[in-house]
């Protein structure tokens, strides 16, 4: 069996992501330096751009993320330089407040001097007043992620430093329906340790719990949350990436409101994810997981799929990190808004089901059948014809689950094809003979 090498040191450099944000039929996003309002069809009410957030402001100023609570647009930025942090440098973090109809109405800015660097994550709107967001302060090689909750004028409230490592990450962030809020905190140190942490909060940003998971399975084990998402009778659902010295996957988990988990399955076969991955949400009594924005993984509410073979997780649970409150007072600055005219090209993505789709790899183009074996299998495997008169394989192509291709070769007679490269996982095999092109799956353990 393959062995997964196990990153021990990471270089970290966060580029910020823009998430559109939907409200009552509406848009709310960010387009380079300006924010806009859309329409359900994707006709734009607004777009505004800002000038300085603070008075001290010297560097660009970089729009993260704009989200709506239904009354008041909170947009994060940041004016400084964050992609080549300078040592003793000023960083000024601002949050500015507008109406739905795009009048501006406050800037509250909030200057930070560490000794390395300073960065924020992303912005989410409180289903009562206001916003939280989260920033990642490194007064040397850690990094430490502070959640804040700020009200109506921009202005921080509370906040709580949550976690700290050689990386952090506010990988999600969801509101619940008893009016709380649950963070997924990912962070990583520099001995190779990889680990995600859940905090429940209350409207105010104080902590309710504050939960790791892992498994009673004795050794490395990692484990990245992607996503959240809550269904109609208040269970959560957690999606991770999840590795260990011999495998690399996926992985599922049910809690109830307190944290208590109930369920956990691990998939493998996925490749270790990237930010944003996995993107998880309940509708029609499923869980849909939209993997790299274009196939959607469908689960049932045990985290069950119909064509994925779950290895069942023994899951136990832990209190982390004792949170500590970290509460900065916030200045204010009046900001000159513009309107910034721009045109949206939209943009259309068919989705694809991950399931069908290998159900229609699978179909065999001609009677003639090919025989793989070993299947599955970790290093080589061959190929037979059923009929090898006047027909032989002329070329070999491999494709992951998501049809991008990782091996084509010819090959002649019972030549053996070498997969020991590839990551564990469902694969799509197409065969082009003399008479026929076969398709059929492959599985590498």
Not at 139 to 162: D, E
Not at 179 to 187: D, V, W
Not at 285 to 295: A, E, R, T, V
Not at 411 to 432: A, F, H, P
Request: aromatic share 14%; proline share 4%.
């Amino acid at each position: 069996m393959k062995s997964i090498y196990l990153l021990t040191v990471f270089i970290y450099i966060f580029i910020s992501e823009t998430t559109a944000q939907y409200f009552n039929g509406y848009t709310y996003n960010n387009n380079g330096g300006s924010i806009y309002k859309a329409d359900s069809v994707g006709n734009i009410i607004w777009s505004k751009s800002f000038g300085s957030i603070s008075p001290s402001s010297s560097g660009p100023t970089w729009v993260h993320e704009t989200v709506s609570d239904g009354r008041f647009v909170y947009t994060l930025l940041l004016d400084g330089n964050i992609y080549w942090p300078t040592p003793g440098a000023s960083y000024y973090q601002a949050i500015i407040v507008l109406d739905t109809g795009g009048t501006y109405i406050s800037t509250k800015y909030h200057q930070f001097n560490p000794a390395n660097s300073y960065n924020v994550f992303s912005i989410h709107p409180s289903v009562v007043s206001g916003a939280f967001f989260a920033d990642d302060y490194s007064p040397g090689f850690s990094h430490q992620l502070t959640i804040y909750k700020v009200n109506n004028t921009g202005a921080i409230t509370n906040g709580y430093f949550f976690a700290s490592g050689q990386v952090v990450d506010l990988s999600s962030f969801i509101s619940l329906h008893d009016s709380t809020y649950l963070a997924g905190i990912f962070s990583a140190d520099g001995s190779g340790g990889i680990g995600s942490r859940f905090i429940k909060l209350d409207e105010s940003g104080s902590p309710i719990w504050n939960k790791t998971y892992y498994t009673t399975t004795p050794g490395y084990e990692f484990l990245s949350i992607q996503s959240m998402t809550q269904d109609s009778s208040g269970y959560i659902y957690l999606l991770c990436g999840y590795q260990t010295a011999s495998l690399e996957g996926i992985c599922g988990i049910k809690i109830d409101l307190n944290g208590t988990p109930i369920l956990g399955n691990i998939y493998e076969g996925f490749p270790w994810p990237h930010r944003k991955d996995h993107q998880l949400s309940y509708r029609n009594n499923q869980l849909i997981d939209l993997y790299n924005d274009s196939i959607e993984i469908v689960f049932d509410t045990l985290f069950m799929n119909s064509c994925l073979n779950p290895l069942p997780m023994n899951l136990v649970s832990y209190n982390s990190l004792q949170p500590t409150q970290n509460i900065i007072s916030s200045s204010s600055h009046q900001t000159q808004i513009f309107d910034n005219p721009i045109t949206l090209n939209p943009s259309t993505t068919n989705l694809i089901n991950y399931c069908t789709t290998l159900n229609m790899e699978e179909q065999i183009s001609n009677p003639i059948d090919l025989y793989i074996f070993p299947n599955p299998t970790s290093d080589y495997f061959s190929l037979v014809l059923s009929e090898t008169i006047g027909n032989k394989i002329e070329n070999v192509e491999i494709k992951d689950a998501i049809g991008k291709k990782v091996l084509e070769t010819g090959i002649k007679g019972n030549q053996n094809i070498d997969v020991s490269t590839l990551k564990k996982g469902i694969y799509i095999l197409s065969v082009v003979t003399t008479r026929s092109k076969i398709v059929k799956r492959i599985i590498i353990n």
